[in-house]
């Protein structure tokens, strides 16, 4: 059983739970060390730090930053920053003021395709960091979808009638944004985006010399496979690595905490550079 997790989402971004609830829920998985690492968000990071602490858990300040790397959306998590250090809060606000923009844009869109996106949108307008998985819940509960993947597949993915490009930051500036925030950067499942192997290799060469440290290697519901080719980029490109649940709700069985593999052992854990040994 796995003791670290450096990929976990609450309630302010995606994710189920409160930062509270969460931590109790890894503290029954035996979790020790880990990161809340909400979309675009730092709000969840000091009630996750005094829950974590409370219960025996160590955590490190984290977030999951989107960004840009030629035309592709990547996501970046940046560990232990500092999250009240002004190149932080201003990536944070940015980032939060686009959310904002595209979720009006996202609804005007649904709605001009004969779905309720408006509708869909007043149940969440207040969210600090809305995301499509909130429209993605809400056109479920409104009937307009008939679950989650379908939401996502029929209306919110690129090239459906929901879908707004999004102008994020590129990743040279999220690098940087990171670096001198106190951070550590780790690119989020490198597998997940569509990219052919040439353009992953490209990829990660320009993570690596813009100051990138680990990708993540092992993640929730990975397959062994998966898991040996993430292996063979890291070592390929002389990165680091780190594991993380990707939970955004612990009731799914292969997000669940605490039950992610062990990473192989040529690698280098990005964890131990904040001091944590285990695992
Ligand atoms: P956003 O950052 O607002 O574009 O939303 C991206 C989030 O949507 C991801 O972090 C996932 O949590 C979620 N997501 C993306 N695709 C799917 C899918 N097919 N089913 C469920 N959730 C998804
Ligand atoms: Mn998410
Ligand atoms: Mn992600
Ligand atoms: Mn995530």
Redesign the pocket.
């Not at 609804?107 to 869909?120: H, I, N, Y």
């Given at each position: 059983m796995s003791t670290v997790d450096l990929h976990l989402?609450s309630h302010h971004?995606?994710g189920l739970l409160s930062p509270s609830e969460l931590a109790a829920v890894l503290a029954a998985h035996a979790i020790q060390f880990c990161a809340l690492t909400d979309?675009?968000t730092v709000a969840g990071l000091d009630e996750f730090a005094d829950a974590a602490t409370k219960v025996g858990i160590t955590t490190i300040p984290g977030i999951?930053l989107?960004t840009d790397w030629r035309g592709k959306?990547l996501?970046v998590l940046a560990l232990g920053i500092d999250p009240s250090a002004r190149i932080i809060t201003e990536a944070v606000q940015h980032r939060l003021t686009v959310?904002r923009e595209?979720a009006q844009q996202i609804a005007s869109k649904l709605d001009r395709a004969g779905q309720p996106g408006s509708e869909a949108l007043r149940r969440f307008n207040q969210h600090g960091?809305?995301?499509?998985?909130?429209?993605?819940q809400a056109l479920v509960a409104l009937g307009a979808a008939a679950s989650?993947?379908i939401?996502?597949?029929r209306w919110?993915?690129q090239g459906q009638p929901g879908y707004v490009k999004?102008e994020w930051p590129s990743l040279s500036d999220t690098l940087r944004t990171i670096t001198q925030g106190g951070g550590t950067a780790v690119l989020a499942h490198p597998l997940r985006y569509r990219l052919s192997a040439g353009q992953r290799r490209t990829l990660l060469t320009d993570f690596k010399s813009e100051g990138g440290v680990a990708i993540e290697v092992v993640t929730g519901g990975a397959a062994m496979h998966q898991i040996e080719t993430a292996t063979g980029l890291a070592l390929r490109a002389g990165l680091e690595a780190s594991q993380g649940s990707?939970c955004?709700d612990p009731s799914l069985a292969w997000q669940r905490p605490g039950r992610l593999a062990k990473l192989p052992s040529a690698l280098v854990p990005v964890w131990h550079r904040f001091g944590f040994k285990g695992d």
């Amino acid at each position: 059983m796995s003791t670290v997790d450096l990929h976990l989402h609450s309630h302010h971004s995606d994710g189920l739970l409160s930062p509270s609830e969460l931590a109790a829920v890894l503290a029954a998985h035996a979790i020790q060390f880990c990161a809340l690492t909400d979309h675009d968000t730092v709000a969840g990071l000091d009630e996750f730090a005094d829950a974590a602490t409370k219960v025996g858990i160590t955590t490190i300040p984290g977030i999951e930053l989107s960004t840009d790397w030629r035309g592709k959306t990547l996501h970046v998590l940046a560990l232990g920053i500092d999250p009240s250090a002004r190149i932080i809060t201003e990536a944070v606000q940015h980032r939060l003021t686009v959310r904002r923009e595209r979720a009006q844009q996202i609804a005007s869109k649904l709605d001009r395709a004969g779905q309720p996106g408006s509708e869909a949108l007043r149940r969440f307008n207040q969210h600090g960091a809305p995301t499509r998985t909130h429209f993605a819940q809400a056109l479920v509960a409104l009937g307009a979808a008939a679950s989650m993947d379908i939401a996502f597949k029929r209306w919110l993915s690129q090239g459906q009638p929901g879908y707004v490009k999004t102008e994020w930051p590129s990743l040279s500036d999220t690098l940087r944004t990171i670096t001198q925030g106190g951070g550590t950067a780790v690119l989020a499942h490198p597998l997940r985006y569509r990219l052919s192997a040439g353009q992953r290799r490209t990829l990660l060469t320009d993570f690596k010399s813009e100051g990138g440290v680990a990708i993540e290697v092992v993640t929730g519901g990975a397959a062994m496979h998966q898991i040996e080719t993430a292996t063979g980029l890291a070592l390929r490109a002389g990165l680091e690595a780190s594991q993380g649940s990707d939970c955004h709700d612990p009731s799914l069985a292969w997000q669940r905490p605490g039950r992610l593999a062990k990473l192989p052992s040529a690698l280098v854990p990005v964890w131990h550079r904040f001091g944590f040994k285990g695992d």
